[in-house]
């Protein structure tokens, strides 16, 4: 979210939230507020779109409000800049909410694909060589194909390539 609020180039690959340094909407926006920020409000949907790590969150949040910028939060339609240690530790808390959902999805994402690549299911992207073939298995109440999982079939003009090089 915060690349199309910086304007920054739009990535293919999302970086996690739990990640500060390597999110360029988010550096775009930091290096906007010096030597004085061009807006005075950041509207954001949750404070977990500004981070999902508890201490940086809070520190970014800081920084804003140092800044003259004040975080609103439309979700909650709550301002997420401390006016009194009270609205720090609640902040604090929501932090640690995020920073721990952040986690166990993390966990679900690698138990789920552990299970598929035990199946033989495919759980990265596209390899030269292959190709994905996408297995269905019924429909949604729209009509619509589920798609089961993903496995990979030999592409035999890539395979050539591969064979060639090796």
């Known amino acids: 979210m915060l690349d199309a609020v910086a304007g920054s180039k739009p990535k293919r690959f999302s970086v996690s939230g739990t990640e500060f340094e390597r999110r360029s909407g988010l550096q775009s926006l930091l290096a906007a507020l010096s030597p004085k920020p061009p807006f005075r409000i950041l509207i954001l949907a949750e404070q977990k779109a500004l981070g999902r790590e508890m201490s940086e969150t809070q520190y970014l949040i800081k920084r804003l409000s140092q800044a003259g910028v004040e975080v609103f939060e439309y979700v909650h339609g709550q301002s997420l800049t401390p006016r009194s240690p009270t609205a720090k530790l609640l902040s604090s808390v929501q932090g640690f909410a995020d920073e721990d959902h952040a986690v166990k999805s993390g966990e679900r994402t690698k138990e789920a694909h552990a299970d598929k690549?035990?199946?033989?299911?495919?759980?990265?992207?596209?390899?030269?060589?292959?190709?994905?073939?996408?297995?269905?298995?019924?429909?949604?109440?729209?009509?619509?194909?589920?798609?089961?999982?993903?496995?990979?079939?030999?592409?035999?003009?890539?395979?050539?390539?591969?064979?060639?090089?090796?």
Do not use: C
């Open 117 to 166: 690549a035990r199946r033989g299911y495919v759980v990265g992207g596209r390899v030269f060589g292959y190709r994905n073939v996408h297995v269905f298995n019924g429909t949604d109440p729209h009509g619509n194909p589920l798609r089961s999982h993903v496995l990979r079939e030999v592409d035999k003009k890539e395979a050539a390539v591969v064979r060639r090089i090796f």
